[in-house]
């Protein structure tokens, strides 16, 4: 299959997703994988620059080397704003010129571009698979824009051929948009069984270079430091708290980052609070078997937040690590009770949880649970089912 994948992100230097391991996967089993992105993070760049130009990266992989996956992104304008109106323009010029060029098969998308995507897919009676990992209308940056975006987004689920969400909480959200519940369908975020292996990786190396003795307690947190992430909120707890022995590790980098070590520098955590920075994803086992215990404290009333399941929950769990998560609406559906996820209300009580979980000794047990919950999410057996729903809105289109 030639898949055309198109997304209002950054497809290189943003963590992996789901849609970065079902690509990779399906393009070691012989499938032409182009992805056209979006530079979100034009920002945070050194080197400032009004204009960029349409580039081509080839051969691009963040999880599996030899995956052969060719991102185009296209030029834009940058400034506030105008970056995003730029990007649409461009984008729907770079989707008409990749139909001309590469006529993929079937064309996935995500985000708030796939409305540029699925009105070129219907011209062109091409599949159009709709992919849902979170609600991105509510991840504009300018908040008087999201209703538009809401509204575009529900009129993409009208063209769209099949929507995927990666949970439960996510299907029933888009379903409240108006998608039709027989084209909606839950495809689930997957671990890697043998490389999350809590037998084979090492997290004393991870613990000796840090300086973390083996009488000390990590709460481990890892992935895109967004300012509702709850960290900073851990942050003071951790200052706070009387037990020396429990750290902070963190791992990524993002809105947040700089705050954090605002606080570290503040509050003297020089030795408890430790900033690993972004770090390869073969690297990422490693650190979570350093860990005691794993951490995602962000914000319950944060509207982005509600209906997802971040993709670290699964992998935190296939590590054997217990959860303390706070109680969002999609975590709860999808791991319910007893399952190795500990639930809070607030960030501020994610220290107070941790200290009251080491001392009941309960952490070996509640993260064999955790395993046992997640071992079912092979990420082979989910590209197999991809691969099936994407052959399956080929094989309906053509019949049309």
Same mark, same amino acid.
């Given at each position: 299959?030639?898949? @055309? ?20 996967? @399906? /393009? &070691?089993?012989g ?5 056209i ?12 620059? @009004? &204009? /960029? ?7 691009? /992989?963040?999880?599996?080397p030899?995956a052969?996956i060719?991102?185009?992104? !296209? ?8 970056d ?5 323009? *461009? ?13 993929p098969?079937?064309?996935?998308s ?10 070129a897919?219907?011209k062109?009676?091409?599949p ?7 609600? *991105? ?10 209703p538009l975006?809401r509204l ?14 990666? $949970?439960?909480?996510?299907?029933d ?6 998608? *039709? !519940? ?7 975020a997957g671990?890697?069984i ?13 613990? #000796?270079?840090?300086?973390i003795?083996?009488n =000390?307690?990590?709460l ?8 509702? *992430? ?7 707890? @951790? ?5 020396? $022995?429990?750290?902070?590790?963190i ?8 705050e954090?070590?605002?606080i570290? =520098?503040k ?12 770090k390869?994803?073969?690297e ?30 699964? #992998? ?12 969002? !609406? ?6 319910? =009770?007893? $399952?190795?996820v500990?639930y809070?209300?607030?960030p ?10 080491? #001392?009941s ?6 993260? /064999?649970?955790?395993r ?12 197999? #089912?991809f691969?099936r ?5 080929i ?6």
């Open positions: 299959m030639k898949i @055309l994948i198109i997304q209002n992100t950054d497809w290189i230097k943003r963590n992996p997703a789901q849609q970065h391991h079902l690509a990779e996967l @399906l /393009s &070691l089993r499938h032409q994988i182009r992805v992105d979006f530079e979100i993070l034009w920002r945070a760049e050194k080197k400032k620059e @009004l &204009l /960029s130009k349409r580039k081509i990266f080839d051969n691009m /992989s963040k999880i599996h030899g052969g060719t991102v185009i992104r !296209p030029g834009i304008i940058k400034m506030p704003l105008i995003y109106a730029s990007a649409a323009f *461009s984008h729907f010029r770079e989707i008409k010129r990749q139909i001309k060029e590469f006529a098969d079937v064309i996935m995500l985000g708030i571009f796939a409305y540029l995507a699925g009105k897919a219907k062109h009676n091409i159009f698979v709709y992919y849902w990992i979170d609600v *991105s209308y509510r991840l504009i940056p300018y908040k008087f824009l999201q975006g575009i987004q529900q009129r993409t689920l009208k063209m769209a051929d099949k929507i995927l969400t990666i $949970n439960d909480k996510l299907k959200h888009v379903i409240k948009l108006g998608a *039709s !519940p027989d084209r909606v369908q839950v495809l689930r671990i890697y043998n490389r999350f292996n809590p037998n084979t990786c090492n997290g004393r190396r991870v613990r #000796e270079f840090y300086g003795k083996n =000390e307690v990590v481990f947190f890892m992935g895109w430091l967004y300012n509702f *992430s709850g960290l900073k909120e851990v942050a003071l707890q @951790l200052a706070q708290a009387k037990d020396r $022995n429990l750290k902070l590790l791992v990524g980098e993002g809105d947040a980052y700089e954090l070590k605002e570290k =520098e509050y003297g955590l020089q030795d408890r609070l430790i900033l690993a920075g972004k390869p994803y073969e990422i086992p490693n650190f979570i078997a350093a860990a005691d215990i794993c951490l995602l404290p962000a914000y319950p009333w944060e509207k982005i937040m509600q209906d997802i399941v971040p993709i670290k929950m699964y #992998e935190y769990m296939a590590m054997k690590k217990p959860v303390i998560a706070t109680r969002l !609406p999609g975590i709860v559906k999808e791991f319910g =009770e007893g $399952n190795g500990v809070i209300d607030r501020e009580d994610a220290v107070t949880k941790a200290v009251e979980l080491w #001392e000794g309960k952490i070996e047990e509640l993260g /064999s649970r955790a046992g919950f997640v071992e079912r999410y092979s990420w082979d057996k989910i590209t197999d #089912e691969e729903i994407l052959k399956e809105a094989k309906e289109k053509q019949k049309v």
